[in-house]
């Protein structure tokens, strides 16, 4: 065990299912794991229409808990359990009250951006899904690069 009680040997987490393997990243060397806590609601915002029936419109909110963030996903992902060797998992920087309340004001925000509002759209945020989400950190000659194992993106890593 390193002296960062973050960084584990090994840990088994729930996972948001990866598309992109730790062993197919292309590295000059090793390839290091991290993994970002989140949180996945399902969400409907019902916004009064005088004269016609509500309108609904869903949307699925993936909230980073360790870099603050909510953005909006195209599905709710599946989730597995698995062993992660030699990773650093990340604290959740925001409790479950919090990342709720950070869901709701992101739905209110997308609803006000898409449609022509009379009245406050009612917000219902289904049970959330608690999972995290995987990084593979891959040496490359111009620098280390952060990979999205879902989406398999790509970013330079800072730090």
């Given at each position: 065990?390193t002296g960062?009680?973050r960084v584990?040997?090994?840990?088994t987490?729930?996972?948001?299912?990866p598309a992109?393997?730790?062993e197919s990243?292309?590295s000059?060397?090793?390839?290091?794991a991290?993994a970002?806590?989140?949180?996945?609601?399902?969400a409907?915002?019902?916004?009064p229409?005088?004269?016609?029936?509500?309108?609904?419109?869903?949307?699925?909110?993936s909230?980073?808990?360790?870099?603050?963030l909510?953005?909006?996903?195209d599905?709710?992902?599946e989730?597995?359990?698995?062993t992660?060797?030699?990773?650093?998992?990340?604290?959740?920087?925001?409790?479950?009250?919090?990342?709720?309340?950070?869901?709701?004001?992101?739905v209110?925000?997308?609803?006000?951006?898409?449609r022509s509002?009379?009245?406050a759209?009612?917000?219902?945020l289904?049970?959330?899904v608690a999972?995290?989400?995987?990084?593979?950190?891959?040496?490359?000659?111009d620098?280390?690069?952060?990979?999205?194992?879902?989406?398999?993106?790509?970013?330079?890593?800072?730090?």
């Amino acid at each position: 065990m390193t002296g960062d009680d973050r960084v584990r040997e090994r840990a088994t987490l729930d996972v948001v299912e990866p598309a992109i393997e730790r062993e197919s990243v292309e590295s000059a060397g090793r390839v290091g794991a991290v993994a970002y806590p989140y949180l996945v609601y399902r969400a409907t915002a019902t916004i009064p229409r005088r004269f016609l029936d509500d309108r609904e419109t869903e949307y699925v909110v993936s909230l980073d808990r360790s870099r603050r963030l909510a953005l909006r996903a195209d599905e709710h992902p599946e989730t597995e359990q698995r062993t992660v060797e030699d990773v650093l998992v990340l604290p959740a920087e925001v409790s479950r009250e919090q990342a709720r309340e950070m869901a709701r004001d992101a739905v209110f925000e997308w609803t006000l951006r898409s449609r022509s509002l009379g009245g406050a759209p009612d917000i219902d945020l289904a049970e959330s899904v608690a999972a995290h989400k995987l990084f593979w950190i891959a040496d490359r000659e111009d620098g280390d690069v952060l990979v999205d194992s879902v989406t398999g993106d790509e970013r330079p890593l800072e730090g």
